[in-house]
Structures are given as C-alpha cells and as structure tokens.
C-alpha cells in the first residue's frame, strides 16, 4: 500500500468520498493495524470559518451517539490544525453497491435505517442528508449486511434544542434528489422526524429500483417535482408487498402532516404490512446501475 499521508498514528492511502466541506481517506492505524476512515477539512475549506465551524460541529455530535445503526467514531482531535474524524470503514456505501434485489433485503435495510433514525430523534436530531451514500454498508459472509449512517455535517437539532454552533447561513442544504419540501424551501421550523423519513423514501427508491423517484436531471426540475409532483410507480424487478407502495407514499407526502409522525410509527406500519405475493415466474435479479 502507497503511503500519501499521514496524520497521527494513521497511514492514509486515498481519498475515497468528497463531500462539500471534506474528503474521506482511506487509512490504517499504524500501531494496531486496523482499518480506519478519516474525514479531514478538504484544502480548500479549512480556512472558512463557517465551513469549519460545521465539520467542528459534526465531529462534536458524532461523539455523543453510540447505536448500531450509526458509524462508530474512534477519535476525534485536531491535528497539525486541522480537526479530523477516525470512524470504522466500510467497503462501501448503498451509492456504490448494486441495487437491492429482494423484498427481504428492501425490509432489512428499511428496520435498520428506521431503528437509527428513532434513536437519532429521540435525542432531537434531524439528520437531513438521508441517501444511499449515506448509509454504509457492513457486510460478512456469517452474517446479513449491516448499515450505518454516516454524515451528520447538516444535521439540524429541532426547536426544542435548538442548535448554537452557528455552522452555516440560512440557505437549503441537502442532496436534491433526496429533500423534502420543507427542506428546498428552508423552512427550519418545519423540519422533524418526518423530513428524514421523506429522504428515506426517496432512498428506497433509488437502492430498489436504480433510479431516485424523480430522477436526477437537474436542481430545478428535482426541487419543483419535489414540490408539486406526487411520487410514481414504485416498481422494482422482485415482489413486494401490495401496500408497500402506499407505505412508501406516506413517507413522501408533500405535507408533513400527511407522513408518519415519528419512526417509530413508520416501523410499526411496515411490521404490520402482509408478505408479498408468491413469485409467479422465474426471475433471475437484475444487476442495476450504481447509485450517485
């Protein structure tokens, strides 16, 4: 393995993930030999305050979340002064693995995510960036796949917490293919458990099927059918439940009231919806596009 950089204890080999205020390195702990990814401030942002002050933001929450579905964190500090994260490495996230191929692994990633994201708003954190690239995917040959949530740099603390580190000016943040309405309009106070299970709607899509519900041509037309256009067919190539679809519909409602309220009463809908019908011709999955 080529050495690049090094930083501490950690040998990074390459850049892995960019994002908009950071790269991911691929890295190994020189001493205990572990794998390990470390988020850094990219050249090009570390000098911007408000930038900084996020990624200062992210790495100070990530250090107060312990959950299964959730990206472990090892450490974080600062180093030669810049601030940097050492969390668990996974292979690869839902963007970069083939689109889900079963009812069965649909469901698990859906309880996983779902479990997260209770946990997450049980302590007042909106995650506001929920997509395929955002969940890690852990997988063993003893075990089904794991997932975790990474990326917490716009996460937002709802009003009854509010957040005081001041990260970013009032603009809309977020992956355009994935926002609900309330988040294109910058609607802060309008932001809740319901946005992120609209992201996760939206999600399923796209790991389900190839394809995001409205595509990805472009800001406008996404944030205008984000906020005028009901969501279509959900048709992936395996057999789902006959009310998966209006499940999914509920999530992505254009009104936040008309969504689940919470997580955990997505959760309790999906447990209760009937198995999907028997297969009635052979179909050998379909190997689909990887995800952006």
């Known amino acids: 393995m080529k050495i690049t950089l090094r930083i501490g204890d950690v040998s990074l080999s390459e850049i892995i993930a960019h994002g908009s205020i950071g790269e991911v390195w691929r890295g190994t702990h ?5 794998p390990i990814a470390l988020k850094k401030l990219s050249n090009a ?10 990624f200062e933001y992210e790495l100070a929450l990530l250090k107060t979340l312990s959950h299964p579905g959730i990206v472990t964190v090892y450490d974080t500090e600062t180093l030669d002064g810049t601030p940097v994260l050492a969390m668990e490495m996974a292979e690869n996230s839902c963007a970069d693995t083939p689109r889900l191929a079963s009812w069965g692994a ?10 997260a994201l209770d946990y997450l708003h049980a302590k007042q954190i909106i995650h506001c960036d929920i ?5 890690l995917r852990f997988s063993s040959p003893a075990s089904a796949p794991a997932y975790k949530l990474i990326d ?11 957040r005081t580190a001041g990260a970013c000016p ?11 309405p309330e988040q294109i309009r910058g609607e802060t106070e309008n932001i809740g458990p319901w946005t992120d299970l609209y992201a996760l709607g939206c999600t399923i899509y796209a790991v389900a099927t190839g394809r995001p519900p409205f595509g990805s041509d472009g800001f406008i037309p996404l944030t205008q059918a984000h906020l005028n256009t009901p969501a279509g067919p959900f048709c992936p190539d395996f057999e789902v439940p006959a009310t998966l679809q209006s499940w999914l519909h509920q999530l992505m409602r254009k009104d936040p009231a008309d969504r ?20 009635s011709r052979s179909l050998s999955p379909e190997i689909g596009p990887r995800l952006k």
Not at 45 to 54: G, I, M, P, Q
Not at 106 to 115: E, H, K, M, N
Not at 260 to 279: D, G, I, K, V
């Open 131 to 135: 997509k395929p690239a955002n969940i």
């Open 45 to 54: 942002t570390k000098d911007v305050a408000w930038r900084r002050r996020e």
């Open 30 to 34: 020189s001493v205990y030999h572990y």
């Open 152 to 162: 917490f740099g716009i996460a937002q603390l709802t009003a009854a917490t509010p």
């Open 170 to 180: 009032r603009e809309y943040r977020g992956s355009p293919e994935y926002s609900a």
């Open 106 to 115: 649909v469901r698990a990633l859906l309880l996983q995510v779902l479990g």
């Open 260 to 279: 689940f309220a919470s997580a955990q009463a997505a959760t309790e809908a999906l447990l209760n919806l009937p198995a999907p019908p028997p297969r």
